[in-house]
């Protein structure tokens, strides 16, 4: 009964007014795993602060760094956890599901004939009236035009190279992928958490 009233003070917290220029939908809690690495890079594994705070007292996570804003309800006071880690393991799949963020993220945003970022969309590298299938072994990342000029053609057929071969990523090449796109914002206390792929200030 104890854990579910916190549970119910939890759902019912109200905010202090420590900081007017920060709402409490701007306090998301990094979550890292039992080993104390992100669940995720990209996106960024982030809880609202209702669910870490529900977390904490369901005791599936440990309070690793707080804001300095606070929650209260009628008998506790609680600062609004920034870092959080799970206690018991999460292993991740293998391999990733084969979705369109996914190639998007394995081919880094980018189409992979020219480099464009602009107007993206896939590519059957062969294609499939010469029996190419959907796969991740023969979809790449391809902007609008060179779609287009590539037609239902192969690269070699229509004078186009690839950047990269296409291929079925790990979770892990996914993730170090997922490194080299920071967020806008990071939180200071989520910085000893997080290995990005980006240069460090002097």
Same mark, same amino acid.
């Given at each position: #009964?104890?854990?579910?009233?916190?549970?119910?003070?939890?759902?019912?917290?109200?905010?202090?007014?420590?900081?007017?220029?920060?709402?409490?939908?701007?306090?998301? *809690?990094?979550? =890292? /795993?039992?080993?104390?690495?992100? =669940?995720?890079?990209?996106?960024?594994? +982030?809880?609202?602060?209702?669910?870490?705070?529900?977390?904490?007292?369901?005791?599936?996570?440990?309070?690793?760094?707080?804001?300095? !804003? *606070?929650?209260?309800?009628?008998?506790?006071? #609680?600062?609004?956890?920034?870092?959080?880690?799970?206690?018991?393991?999460?292993?991740?799949?293998?391999?990733?599901?084969?979705? %369109?963020?996914?190639?998007? +993220?394995?081919?880094?945003?980018?189409?992979?004939?020219?480099?464009?970022?602009?107007?993206?969309?896939?590519?059957?590298?062969?294609?499939?009236? +010469?029996?190419?299938?959907?796969?991740?072994? /023969?979809?790449?990342?391809?902007?609008?035009?060179?779609? #287009?000029?590539?037609?239902?053609?192969?690269?070699?057929?229509?004078? #186009?190279?690839?950047?990269?071969?296409?291929? !079925?990523?790990?979770?892990?090449?996914?993730?170090?992928?997922? %490194?080299?796109?920071?967020?806008?914002?990071?939180?200071?206390?989520? %910085?000893?958490w997080l290995y990005w792929d980006i240069e460090l200030e002097a």
């Open positions: #009964m104890f854990k579910a009233d916190l549970i119910e003070r939890a759902a019912n917290f109200r905010s202090m007014a420590e900081d007017p220029e920060r709402t409490l939908e701007s306090c998301p *809690a990094l979550v =890292l /795993n039992a080993d104390y690495t992100p =669940l995720s890079y990209y996106p960024l594994s +982030l809880w609202p602060w209702q669910t870490a705070i529900k977390a904490v007292f369901l005791e599936r996570v440990d309070i690793i760094a707080s804001y300095d !804003r *606070a929650v209260h309800s009628q008998s506790l006071d #609680m600062k609004v956890p920034s870092v959080i880690a799970l206690r018991q393991y999460v292993k991740p799949s293998e391999f990733p599901a084969f979705t %369109r963020f996914n190639l998007f +993220l394995r081919d880094r945003f980018s189409c992979q004939f020219c480099g464009s970022q602009q107007h993206l969309t896939f590519d059957h590298v062969v294609p499939r009236r +010469l029996g190419g299938k959907t796969t991740w072994e /023969n979809i790449a990342t391809a902007c609008a035009p060179c779609n #287009m000029k590539k037609g239902g053609r192969t690269p070699q057929q229509a004078g #186009m190279q690839l950047y990269t071969r296409p291929i !079925r990523p790990t979770h892990w090449q996914l993730q170090q992928q997922g %490194r080299g796109f920071p967020p806008n914002f990071l939180h200071e206390t989520w %910085r000893d």
